[in-house]
């Protein structure tokens, strides 16, 4: 498998083909449609396709983000079939992009297996994700990562022992930073809402005063977490004694994953 796969490789899996059927049955009000008001008081006065609010959510209506996205999992868990093919098709963008970097760090998948793993890690999150909570892309999107990435780990190398002991370094090298946060979890030296807290504030740009606001906790508290978080990242992935959570009650630490990664 090519290490350098982009997300233009996959255009002729399950990804893309599904997003080819969604614009080609939702370019109308026809079929779905979800009210203009949601996207504010431009689009108030009338209905939109779904083709439609795609391309809104790509630019001049993104604040519109969970609004829309809490509709489309409400509709597809309650209705199924087209509304699921409906959340696939608006959220191909995102779907090619981690089936692309799971691609581009492991091999041993062949892209279109991936890219059917990425499909069904999506909607199995879709089904459960916390429609009252903000950032429901953001979240969905982590969770169909390391669904994703727990699956290519097993193609590609032995289980991480659950009685890992910090004082090992990974398996192979973590250049990029998502497979470094996806290491850490597999080997349980993270948990999974901390990866989330660092994924979505030091990759996805997220404020911690968002992210908290995700993961139901305060900013100071989403600050605290991330610090003990990223002192326990940085010893694994430097190969340093990974210290006991009871010993970084007071720990600070001003490292980003974009740079602890390259001492993978």
């Known amino acids: 498998m090519s290490l350098t796969a982009t997300h233009k490789s996959f255009e002729a899996t399950s990804i893309a083909i599904a ?4 614009l080609a049955r939702f370019s109308d009000t026809f079929v779905l449609s979800i009210p203009g008001e949601m996207f504010g008081t431009a689009w108030a006065d009338r209905d939109l396709s ?5 391309q809104l959510l790509m630019g001049p209506a993104a604040e519109a983000c969970d609004r829309v996205w809490a509709k489309l999992a409400h509709n597809a868990r309650r209705y199924g079939g087209d509304w699921s093919l409906a959340a696939v098709g608006m959220a191909a963008p995102m779907l090619k992009r981690i089936a692309a970097g799971a691609c581009a760090k492991f091999e041993g998948m062949r892209q279109d297996d991936l890219a059917a793993e990425v499909v069904a890690a999506f909607l199995s999150h879709l089904a459960v ?7 429901i892309l953001v979240r969905l999107r982590w969770a169909t990562w390391r669904a994703t990435v727990k699956v290519a ?3 590609t190398e032995a289980p991480v022992p659950n009685s890992f002991i910090g004082s090992m370094p990974p398996a192979m090298p973590c250049a990029h930073p998502d497979v470094a946060l996806a290491r850490a979890e597999h080997a349980e030296v993270i948990t999974r809402a901390e990866a989330d807290l660092i994924g979505m504030t030091r990759l996805d740009e997220v404020s911690l005063a968002e992210a908290a606001e995700c993961l139901g906790i305060t900013a100071n508290a989403a600050k605290i977490r991330r610090q003990k978080a990223e002192a326990r990242l940085v010893a694994f992935l430097t190969g340093q004694p990974i210290p006991a959570r009871k010993d970084l009650k ?3 630490t001003r490292s980003t994953v974009g740079a602890v990664s390259l001492a993978a």
Request: charged residues 35%; hydrophobic residues 40%; without cysteine.
């Open 50 to 54: 779904l083709a439609e609010a795609k």
């Open 129 to 135: 994700v916390d429609l009252e909570r903000t950032g």
């Open 19 to 22: 997003e080819e059927s969604f």
């Open 250 to 252: 007071h720990a600070r």
């Open 153 to 155: 780990l097993a193609n």
